[in-house]
């Protein structure tokens, strides 16, 4: 015994509760007429209500009993957990931020501050004692190559004209303080100074 | 739902698809809950939890093998759908979407049935060692005259109820929304993502496999 092909989908939108109201009463209309339909009717309403969940029992019951506190606790500590790696990040951040602070000084120089007009004037120096007045590390033993012809010159033109004593000399290289610091010290001291002219003047 | 006639009288007004689903001031309701839970209002929690408790564990019951199992998946898609919507707050809201515009309200309802039964499958999935579910806990009638129909009732039942999880996903989805959720099937179909006619057949098909399930042990 089939059901009515006309009306099989209204039985079961009746059975799942899903009738429209203007369906209902032209089903009800054929059920009363029809023992097939109606057997149709009750075989779905059957299956489905032997399919549907019994009613949550007790022992059921008490088990879902506070679920919103712990739907609750379990966010606070998914958010706690979530709130690890961004902790973990910034300590790491401000750890990595110092680091380079205290190192960056032994790898950065200074750069120079100079004036446009400064480092014009610097390269027209430049130009005018290069290349040869390049400015090299002196060499001591020449340094006192030259202390000594610097005497040698200083001794022979002394004794060709005013015949200076040799005192007069160092007291003029103590500076007026009476000290003497010898002739050889005093000769170096002035080519000391006319290297550094020289240096000044080529940088 | 009642109307007032002419006479006074109230007229019963019959409203068909199961249960109603959320109105328009309900999901504004909702949206303004949600708003306030994430600014950290307990009380919006609270309620929101318990305004949809009874859908989620209706439909995380179908496939919970003990009532613990029960807990903890509707615990599972509470978390899980709250932090869904946190994203999708803060995304709007950093996108500068207003939330009382209902274009910033996030569809919570829908997003907790999808994942109560997406958790409910991969617990079916993952339960291989499954030998009973809450479905065979069902106590078993008294002595009683009709005892040898209930009984024979119970076992039909619990055949049924396993059979119903062994359903193509679509199938098992659309009946377990309908008769244990009480879902229109137009909300159904919005939380599967097809049309309220495929879910129609799909629910047809689900049934025309059990009632086959019931006359092949019946046979």
Redesign the interface.
Known sequence: MTACHDVA?LL?DR???????AD?ARLDEHLAGCAACRAEAA??D???S?????P??A??R???TG??D???L??QA?AQRRARPARFAAVLAVAAAAAAFLVAPAFTRRAPTLTPEEVALARAAAAATAPASRWTVPDPDELWDTAGALLSDQAAATASTTAAPAASLDVAATGGSGTPLGRDRTVAIAAADAWFDTDTTAR | MTDETGDGRPRLRVVTGGRAGPDADATRDEAALLGAWLVGDDEAFGELVARHEPLVLALVRRYATSPEDARDLAQRTFLKAFESARRALIHRGAAGVPAASGLGAVPFRRWLVRVAVNLGKNFRRDETRWTRSSQDLATLPAARPDASQRLEDEEASVRLRRAALRLPRRQREVLTLRIDAGLPFAEIAAALGCTENAAKVSFHLAVKRLRAELGKEDA
């Open positions: 989908p079961l059975s799942a509760g899903d009738l429209a109201v209902a075989a779905l059957r299956t489905l032997l399919v549907r969940l019994p949550p029992d022992a059921e008490a088990a879902l679920l919103a712990s739907v609750r379990a966010q998914s």
